[in-house]
């Protein structure tokens, strides 16, 4: 993850596609467990993150954030994954969001 920024290729929240929102974004994971949401080349919000490879997960806080970043945020179950790709889901109640990050 932290070789390389990453694009949301694809994002659905409760199966509204909702992947345009994130265009403007570009994403940099850092060793140090901080991330960058670069939007239209300029830093927008840097948070944190963290991932368990063992248990399949992943998690972002981008602190103060509004929509659509606010969405990235929580508790993910790695569904599949590559080198260059994380497809990712997220239960919250009835929500239910789907996101795929694919490597610049």
Known sequence: MTNGQWVITSFTDNGSD???????????????????????????????????????????????AISPLSLVNGNWHIDDNSWTYVVASQTNGTETKRMRLDKQ
Do not use: E, L, R
């Open 18 to 64: 909702i992947t345009s929102s994130f265009s403007a974004y570009k994403f940099q994971y850092y060793s140090n467990k901080t991330v960058d949401a670069i939007k239209n080349g300029t830093v927008d919000k840097t948070g944190t993150w963290d991932g368990s490879a063992s248990t399949m997960t992943t998690w972002a806080n981008f602190p103060g």
